[in-house]
């Protein structure tokens, strides 16, 4: 990550909510489609050394992305986003939550409400990512997994994704 962009990791335990606001180099419709798409996410939504691939991506209301972060000695982790309200390249909400290969939700790991909001920042764009939990509890339990060492090494793949992406683009 670059020295100079922002990253805000909130916690509330009030209101059993995390707050995430990471600013990242590029254009929001890049960083949109980063976001968006499952050949995208792929190559960054998991932290180092796992890695993440797509069963099914339907982006739409009501569709959900079904995917697996894949450790180096192959177990798979499986999670299931479903897509509630879409605004294109400003803002979506979502239920996320621990599944497994077939996606059925696990009743044993806490389901989710994200609230994605990107926005236009000069030379940059900001995304801002509040996730809601049921409980305390529900909260302290991602915590306690390593959610926001999880969450840095995540974001840094995305980082490096955009550099290439943006590389890419002045090439061609």
């Known amino acids: 990550m670059k020295a100079d962009l922002q990253f805000d990791f909130l916690v509330d335990k009030?209101?059993?909510?995390?707050?995430?606001?990471?600013?990242?180099?590029?254009?929001?419709?890049?960083?949109?489609?980063?976001?968006?798409?499952?050949?995208?996410?792929?190559?960054?939504?998991?932290?180092?050394?796992?890695t993440t691939k797509t069963k099914t991506m339907d982006f739409r209301e009501g569709g959900h992305w079904h995917y697996a972060m894949v450790d180096p000695d192959g177990q798979e982790y499986w999670g299931r986003m479903d897509y509630q309200t879409i605004s294109p390249i400003n803002h979506y909400t979502a239920l996320d939550?621990?599944?497994?290969?077939?996606?059925?939700?696990?009743?044993?790991?806490?389901?989710?409400?994200?609230?994605?909001?990107?926005?236009?920042?000069?030379?940059?764009?900001?995304?801002?990512?509040?996730?809601?939990?049921?409980?305390p509890n529900d909260l302290q339990k991602v915590i306690d997994m390593g959610m926001k060492e999880g969450l840095t090494s995540t974001l840094e793949r995305l980082d490096e994704l955009l550099l290439t992406l943006n590389e890419q683009r002045k090439e061609g």
């Open 97 to 135: 939550g621990f599944s497994d290969e077939s996606g059925s939700l696990s009743a044993e790991l806490p389901r989710s409400n994200w609230d994605v909001t990107f926005t236009d920042a000069p030379g940059r764009t900001l995304v801002q990512t509040i996730v809601t939990y049921k409980s």
């Open 14 to 50: 009030e209101n059993n909510t995390m707050t995430i606001r990471r600013e990242f180099a590029a254009k929001r419709k890049l960083v949109w489609d980063c976001h968006t798409k499952s050949e995208l996410l792929d190559q960054w939504f998991a932290p180092k050394p796992l």
